[in-house]
């Protein structure tokens, strides 16, 4: 009963040639996610944390069945149990490290050498686990990175190796030999992030098609660049107000000026995050194609900094009571910004006969199916 | 067609394009009949599957065959077999605002008792069962640690000054629990008059404060509340509790920590100083007993604590406002009240400062 439907859909005038957008919206409401929230939060206290695997199904339907892209809501199909199972083994792995880290420091290296040895397979399992569970009209999102892919896109150029074998052996002491690793680290982070980021686009696939990623790390470390100017101006006009004031006045006065003038610093901090979380978004998505499919993200830094303020100063104020209303105005902007174009026909997507979401459930029993992702 | 039957308008999808047929889904009994544009198809309704309920969201019917139905949240879907039966109770708690409203006052009750009276009392438990041994591996590599990177260096305390703090140091451990695990240590040190307990009961104290202190009595009471912190198993109940919070806080601003970078990590950095000063006091409390238990006075750790935070003021007059103590004011009072405790209990000790 394929074809006819297939051609019926399908067959409007307009939509030949010139790309037309899909409209997305976001129709979760502060009222109704404050519910769902309250419950599960209580349950997962109630439960010692066993229910918090529960709670990330529920909060994740939530919002995949709210965001709805022409006139379908996205469906998530994640089952508790593979993410109890990913929960327990984080916090295992977690505790290791933990007790190794306050107690038996002596294994420590060996810790840190499994931790970077286990990342990649975290990586793969955790985008594995999201796209399988994440499904729109029927259809659910493959990916089919492996171990050694994620291998060569986290290690590649020796930046983590270098840093846990410095840590391991203590370079740290070394200031300048640590100043070193560290400057080289940071100058190379945004080509990093761009192998990371192209290793999960690229092996992300709908309807059988993969996504293509076209950033480069010169973009990347544009973002990054232009936030570290931010933070860097507002520590000079911190640092030079200080100084002016700590010259002359009081201690009284210079109270008064230390705290007046940490706001431009802390100010600074908080606009250079909210720029690489619109920038760093912004690029991620604009660069991004998926068969017929192309993406059109609009995020302001200044805008997402006002948005993380509010949001602060609202949970702050309400106890925390007005963290889900934080949550659905956060994600409504996201949603907002984003378009959604096609050129061509949404039939250019085949799904195969693992991809019906029932087929999802198939694969339960499966060892590996956990969800590592946090 | 009888009372039964009931009708849904919605979407199909065959799971192999992403593109929504309109259709009406049929079920009257154990039938079910999807109807199409031009054609349509019987299941039995046992075969359907229902995704759960959430918020007012759209909901899917999967078939038999692999398609999918998609219709508008419905009471006449709590009729179908359900995708995920123990969802089911937890929507139906979501749906109502009551439930919301006390689940909040559950949360609110659970977090302040733990807080306060639970987290305390089990870390203090806890501790008690883990044997200090653990802790001395730890001890041992912090002093080697701080030995090698600068921190400390050898003392100048004359032989004679050691000696006779020795002794005192020893005549306090004498009978504790923890006896012989104590180790003291004499450092100089860039971190000017201070004494610290080390995991594992190795007390530091520097040079500055042994000079800081006028009689042995005073350097005495500033190891009997380092011998606190140690008999009292603060180092172990410090990660305890300390972990705890980090736990319980990560689960409470999971939601926020990604919205908002203040919100995740204030909240633990002021549970946890709450935490630290409650030990304090509670060192405190350990070393004005354990003095007078040896007839010493209380009076010499009120002395002490008074001229440091005099010298302390004048030596880092600009930054003062970042190192005020609230609290030592408090201490010294706590401090004569214990020295003139035996003897006065009742009568308010009205202190100048």
Not at chain 1, 107 to 124: E, F, Q, R, S, T
Not at chain 2, 41 to 66: K, N
């Amino acid at each position: 009963m394929t074809e006819p439907y297939a051609n019926l859909a399908e067959r409007s005038p307009e939509n030949s040639g010139q790309p037309r957008a899909l409209i997305l919206e976001f129709r979760g409401s502060a009222r109704d996610y404050f519910r769902i929230w309250a419950v599960n939060l209580c349950l997962t206290l109630l439960t010692a944390g066993i229910f918090s695997a529960w709670a990330k199904v529920r909060k994740k339907r939530y919002f995949y069945s709210h965001v709805i892209l022409d006139g379908t809501p996205f469906q998530y199909l994640g089952r508790p149990i593979p993410i109890l199972k990913g929960r327990v083994i984080a916090a295992t792995l977690f505790s290791v490290y933990y007790l190794s880290s306050h107690f038996f420091t002596s294994v420590m290296p060996y810790i840190l050498a499994a931790g970077a040895a286990l990342a990649p397979w975290v990586i793969v399992r955790s985008a594995a686990f999201n796209a399988r569970y994440s499904a729109f009209r029927n259809m659910t999102f493959r990916f089919d990175g492996n171990y050694l892919g994620a291998l060569q896109a986290i290690y590649a150029w020796g930046l983590i190796p270098a840093l846990v074998v410095g840590t391991m052996f203590q370079w740290w002491g070394n200031y300048k030999g640590a100043a070193a690793l560290f400057g080289i680290f940071g100058l190379a982070f945004p080509w990093w992030i761009s192998r990371l980021k192209n290793f999960i686009v690229s092996h992300t696939s709908f309807g059988g098609e993969n996504g293509k990623f076209s950033a480069t790390g010169g973009q990347f470390f544009k973002v990054y660049f232009i936030a570290g100017l931010i933070v860097i101006g507002a520590g000079i006009i911190t640092g030079l107000g200080i100084a002016g004031v700590a010259a002359s006045a009081s201690i009284k006065k210079s109270q008064f000026a230390f705290l007046l003038f940490s706001l431009p610093f802390y100010a600074g901090y908080v606009f250079a995050f909210a720029y690489v979380q619109a920038h760093r978004g912004n690029l991620v998505w604009n660069q991004t194609r998926l068969g017929p499919l192309r993406f059109h993200s609009t995020l302001r830094g200044g805008a997402m900094a006002w948005l993380y303020l509010t949001n602060a100063i609202a949970i702050v104020a309400s106890v925390g009571l007005l963290t889900p209303w934080a949550v659905i105005r956060t994600l409504k902007y996201r949603t907002d910004h984003m378009r959604v174009l096609v050129e061509g026909e949404l039939s250019y997507f085949h799904g195969g006969d693992t991809s019906a979401v029932q087929a999802a459930g198939a694969e339960l029993g499966e060892f590996f199916d956990v969800d590592l992702s946090l | 067609m009888n009372a039964g039957t009931v009708t849904l308008q919605g979407q199909y999808y065959d799971g192999r394009q992403p593109i929504g047929v309109p259709a009406t889904l049929v079920f009257a009994g154990p039938e079910a009949m999807l109807i199409g544009a031009n054609r349509s198809h019987g299941y039995a309704t046992r075969q359907l599957l229902v995704s759960p309920r959430v918020g007012r969201a759209e909901r899917f019917i999967s078939l038999p065959d692999g398609g999918q139905f998609q219709c508008a949240d419905q009471p006449a879907l709590d009729h179908l077999p359900h995708e995920s039966q123990s969802e089911g109770l937890v929507a139906w708690l979501e749906k109502h605002l009551s439930v919301a409203l006390a689940s909040v006052a559950v949360i609110a009750a659970l977090l302040l008792a733990a807080y306060f009276y639970g987290l305390p009392a089990v870390a203090e438990r806890v501790a008690a069962r883990i044997p200090i041994e653990t802790e001395q591996a730890v001890g041992r590599e912090a002093l080697v640690w701080l030995d090698n990177n600068q921190w400390f260096k050898p003392t100048h305390l004359e032989q004679d000054t050691q000696n006779q703090i020795r002794e005192g140091f020893d005549m306090l451990r004498s009978g504790l629990p923890l006896e012989r695990h104590y180790q003291l240590e004499f450092r100089a040190s860039v971190i000017g008059a201070n004494a610290l307990a080390l995991p594992g009961g190795t007390i530091v104290i520097t040079d500055d404060m042994v000079h800081a202190a006028e009689t042995v009595d005073e350097v005495l009471a500033v190891l009997a509340h380092e011998i606190g912190h140690v008999e009292l198993r603060h180092t172990m109940r410090h990660v305890l509790q300390n972990s705890a919070v980090a736990v319980v806080a990560a689960t409470l601003t999971a939601d926020a920590a990604s919205l908002s970078v203040a919100v995740a990590g204030l909240p633990v950095v002021l549970a946890q100083t709450k935490y630290s000063r409650e030990f304090e006091a509670e060192a405190d409390d350990f070393a004005f007993k354990l003095l007078k238990r040896h007839d010493r006075s209380p009076e010499a750790f009120a002395t002490l604590m008074e001229r440091l935070a005099k010298k302390h003021d004048e030596d880092q007059h600009a930054f003062a406002f970042l190192s005020t103590h609230p609290v030592t004011a408090e201490r010294v009072k706590r401090a004569r009240a214990a020295a003139n405790g035996s003897a006065s209990t009742n009568h308010p000790i009205t202190q100048k400062k």
